[in-house]
């Protein structure tokens, strides 16, 4: 069984820092992208940041220039560093990825519980 664990959440005051973690573990053969998407009270649940297996990212015109993701691949965790918060990035911030599992052929979206981001002084 493949589980998804966030940590790192918490309360920062505006353009504070905060830095995610996502390790995935369980009986995985690999891991191609993976992503943190956010959901905030009464939104549809939104793409923050993506990387794929070789490295490349992608990230909403919101976040650019201020969160960095990251990934080691040999942990099997991806990284979100968050730098100049602010208020609108408040939400529950969920990590993703597309895994295949051992024993499997195809691969399968994974999430994770959530982690709690907010950001208020």
């Known amino acids: 069984q493949v589980q998804l664990v966030e940590s790192g959440g918490g309360l920062v005051q505006p353009g504070g820092s905060l830095r995610l973690t996502c390790a995935a573990s369980?009986?995985?053969?690999?891991?191609?992208?993976m992503a943190w998407y956010r959901q905030a009270p009464g939104k549809q649940r939104e793409l923050v940041a993506v990387?794929?297996?070789?490295?490349?990212?992608d990230y909403a015109d919101s976040v650019k220039g201020r969160f960095t993701i990251s990934r080691d691949k040999a942990k099997k965790t991806v990284d979100l560093q968050m730098n100049s918060l602010k208020p609108d990035d408040t939400a529950v911030y969920y990590c993703?990825?597309?895994?295949?599992?051992?024993?499997?052929?195809?691969?399968?979206?994974?999430w994770g519980q959530g982690t709690q981001v907010t950001v208020s002084s």
């Open positions: 369980g009986s995985i053969f690999s891991t191609d992208d």
């Open positions: 993703n990825a597309h895994i295949r599992a051992s024993g499997s052929w195809r691969y399968t979206d994974y």
């Open positions: 990387i794929t297996s070789g490295g490349n990212t």
